[in-house]
């Protein structure tokens, strides 16, 4: 399936069987327009939204152990075999299309953005992004511009902070064990 | 291959029906808003009908449904930052109690991820009993939802029966994997133990007394004069409309679309089994009642030819045999050095995903669950994003409740199937 | 009127004067030890016994564990058993508030608006990790452990608890409730 047509596209990756063209942002409708219409990708399956920030940040670590990356005391602290390559900016918007046929096509659209760069909305072309787009913004913090109805989903309304972001905490409470008191 | 081909999708209604400009909010009308007539209710987080804690804001013109919004994130649990924490082999106790329904396909779709992104391949007893597990965590996904809808509608006496062969399901789960639910059984790389040898012969009585316990359902509510008039005509959602909303298993087959994962896009063992998919082209709450009784049949088909296969697999592997990734055998690490290495290592560092994403899919109960993973070469996942079919299928609410009454939004809620842990998450 | 002396010594002496060879009649020997046969108790106990056996569960089902609470309610489990079966919509009706699942910090004022609108006395089970202490879920949005906003009386163990489980929680419940222990409203206040 070659994607020769569709506006905006930047790049063009495929990895584990799948395709990913990263689109331009200011030209993100009009690709999923030329996706929907003229190549059949009816059907939005999901839109995700990553944050890289502290990618690669905690170094390599060998096999055996080196100065740097690894406590032997801290489980999972281990590090890298190798460092993966860096990314281009921090937040990346991906949304995954299907074409409802026999045999089903799979694509990927990826747009990458800074913080506080706005993606414009895809709910003129998949009304499902709806939801999708209002939990990108309320988790990660990307605006969407475009969006008639962009208010917090799953947080309350009122809440500070996008908590999937890599700069927010995990919050909870520190565990107390009823020896130590 | 559908079981109904002969219904042609004729679309149901004129146009689309989809509220603009929000397609989740149908807003009041202005002639009716004028009137000063209309009522605001709010069906609350805890409310014995909205199958978990559902916020439905609903505007009321007389019985009439006017307006709807609805709330969500009662149920926010912070599953992904919460996975981001953990190893990867810690990080699968999670996924199941996203979808607490099927608790299996959710495990599934995330070690698939796993999987996809290792490439590992898992050995054919596994894949049977993965199907095996997931086919039958359907049966108890539409068990509970047959018997909940029924209750809310009326039909009181259904929760005692789905529920009489639920308890046949749990105990299938807690002879394979100690627990009734969240069993945790799935490991990258195949299966946490082998199977007990007690467990083929229960399956086969449990697959012989499922028809007859479906034709007790149908006995009861497929012809039931009261059930008809409640869930034929209600809720009616087109075939275009249904997929510009992203919906996807059972109600995008009860709106005429003949598209099931299982077949178009085989993953496990699902080529291997003979089964039919359910299509009902009405787009009422009834159509999808029938293409969740019907699945119930076919799930029950695939468990028992799973069933008869796994017998004769008796002695074979259960788990791949890598590694860097999958426990060695304990008998093992009593003579081998190089196993205590990799037992130690697995169990304190955890082990690592090669750097990439994927984005895996599978057919849950409600409909295409996907799970989409970024790893960055490390121990722990960098990103895990569920796709959860009921968060989709709630934005259709708006959609099918036009011109609907009040006790009819109950069975459209109850008919898209929604669990609320899925779409909070 | 003397009461050691048995009450066929009493009266009803008409039977005796028709019939003069019959003896006692059954109305006579059944009311002989009528001490013996009636209960003595005080309004407490009385009172205890019946706030124990039809308690009424608040339909509060939040996650996973609700499902193991609509198994209790199965035939298998059967709780009607001990009278609980009717599982009330309306708090207001309802005795006991069974807060099974996970408790979002979104979700916590509803959950404390419905034990305010609980009638006394009222009691709460915790069901569930995540609702007896957070659980697996030690994050920005999960209420770590529901005695935070209402008093709990009983705390189940489980992720999720089997519906035995759950069983021996209420029954244990109804134990305490019986020899005495008041509601945890009166014992305790809520955590901070």
């Not at chain 1, 063209?21 to 409708?29: F, N, S, T, Y």
């Not at chain 2, 105990?171 to 082998?194: I, K, N």
């Amino acid at each position: 399936m070659s994607y020769e047509g569709v506006p905006g596209v930047v790049e063009t990756n495929e990895a584990h069987g799948e395709t990913t063209l990263v689109v331009d942002p200011a030209r993100l409708v009009e690709a999923c327009l030329h996706l929907r219409d003229e190549d059949g990708f009816d059907f939005l399956s999901d839109v995700s939204a990553a944050d890289y920030l502290g990618w690669g940040s905690a170094g390599p670590s060998g096999y055996i152990g080196n100065a740097w990356g690894r406590d032997l005391n801290r489980p999972s602290t281990a590090g890298y075999q190798k460092v993966p390559a860096p990314k281009p900016k921090r937040f990346a918007m991906n949304y995954h299309l299907l074409a409802i046929e026999t045999p089903p096509r799979r694509v990927r659209v990826q747009v990458w953005l800074d913080d506080g760069e706005a993606v414009p909305s895809v709910i003129e072309v998949w009304p499902t992004a709806d939801w999708h787009e209002r939990e990108a913004w309320d988790m990660m913090g990307i605006p969407v511009s475009g969006h008639p109805n962009l208010k917090r989903i799953l947080m309350d309304d009122d809440w500070e902070g996008h908590p999937l972001r890599k700069d927010y905490p995990i919050g909870g409470e520190p565990v107390r064990f009823s020896e130590a008191e | 291959m559908a079981i109904a081909p002969e219904r042609t999708a004729a679309p149901i209604y004129e146009g689309s029906r989809i509220p603009q400009p929000v397609p989740t909010l149908l807003q009041v009308p202005e002639e009716i808003q004028a009137t000063g007539d209309v009522l605001e209710v709010n069906f609350g987080p805890n409310h014995p009908s909205t199958h978990g804690v559902l916020r439905l804001i609903v505007d009321l013109y007389g019985e009439e449904v006017v307006g709807l919004e609805a709330a969500i994130g009662y149920l926010h649990t912070g599953f992904e930052k919460n996975m981001e924490q953990k190893t990867w082999w810690k990080a699968i106790t999670y996924p199941e109690r996203i979808d607490y329904l099927s608790y299996q396909n959710n495990e599934l779709v995330f070690v698939l991820a796993i999987e996809r992104l290792l490439g590992l391949e898992v050995p054919p007893k596994a894949a049977y009993m993965r199907t095996l597990l997931c086919e039958l965590n359907r049966i108890h996904s539409h068990l509970i939802w047959l018997g909940t809808a029924a209750l809310e509608l009326g039909a009181i006496s259904m929760f005692w029966y789905c529920f009489r062969e639920r308890e046949m399901v749990v105990d299938l789960s807690e002879m394979v994997a100690g627990a009734r639910m969240h069993t945790r059984y799935f490991q990258a790389g195949g299966l946490a133990e082998d199977i007990p040898p007690g467990f083929y012969a229960q399956c086969r009585a449990f697959c012989d007394w499922m028809p007859k316990a479906v034709d007790d359902y149908e006995r009861m509510l497929s012809r039931n004069k009261i059930w008809l008039e409640r869930t034929q005509g209600v809720g009616l959602l087109s075939r275009a409309d249904a997929i510009a909303l992203g919906q996807s298993g059972p109600v995008l087959r009860a709106s005429g679309v003949d598209w099931d994962l299982r077949k178009v896009q085989p993953y496990l063992v699902y080529d291997a089994v003979d089964f039919d998919v359910p299509v009902y082209a009405d787009g009422d709450v009834y159509a999808r009642y029938r293409v969740h009784i019907d699945e119930l049949r076919e799930s029950t088909r695939i468990v028992r030819q799973c069933n008869d296969v796994l017998e004769g697999m008796q002695g074979e592997p259960w788990i791949a045999d890598d590694r860097k990734v999958v426990l060695p055998p304990r008998e093992e690490l009593h003579t081998s050095m190089e196993s205590l290495i990799h037992h130690f290592k697995i169990v304190t560092e955890g082990y690592r995903v090669p750097e990439g994403e994927v984005y895996v899919t599978i057919e849950s109960p409600r409909g295409e669950s996907g799970c989409y993973v970024v790893s960055d070469g490390g121990p722990k996942p960098w990103r895990v994003k569920f796709r959860a079919p009921s968060f989709v299928a709630l934005e259709a609410t708006a959609t099918c409740m036009r011109s609907a009454y009040v006790a009819d939004m109950i069975a459209i809620v109850g008919s898209l199937d929604t669990v609320m842990g899925e779409v909070d998450r | 009127m003397a009461v050691d002396k048995p009450l066929r010594d009493l009266g009803l002496k008409s039977e005796r004067v028709l019939w003069p060879t019959k003896g006692p009649g059954k109305f006579e020997t059944e009311v002989d030890n009528l001490e013996q046969r009636v209960g003595l108790t005080t309004l407490g106990k009385a009172v205890a016994w019946a706030h124990s056996k039809s308690m009424w569960p608040d339909t509060f089902g939040l996650a996973c564990c609700a499902m193991e609470m609509m198994a209790i309610v199965s035939s298998r489990y059967d709780i009607a058993r001990f009278g609980m079966e009717a599982f009330r919509s309306s708090p207001r009706q309802a005795d006991l508030l069974i807060v099974s699942g996970r408790v979002a910090h979104k979700m916590a004022p509803p959950l404390r608006q419905i034990y305010d609108q609980m009638l006394e006395p009222k009691w709460v089970i915790a069901m569930g990790a995540c609702a007896s202490s957070g659980g697996m879920f030690n994050n920005y949005t999960i209420l770590q452990s529901v005695d935070k906003i209402v008093p709990v009386d009983i705390y189940v163990p489980g992720c999720p608890p089997r519906p035995e489980q759950l069983m021996e929680g209420i029954l244990r419940l109804h134990e305490a409730v019986q020899a005495g222990v008041p509601p945890a409203y009166e014992l305790r206040p809520v955590a901070s």
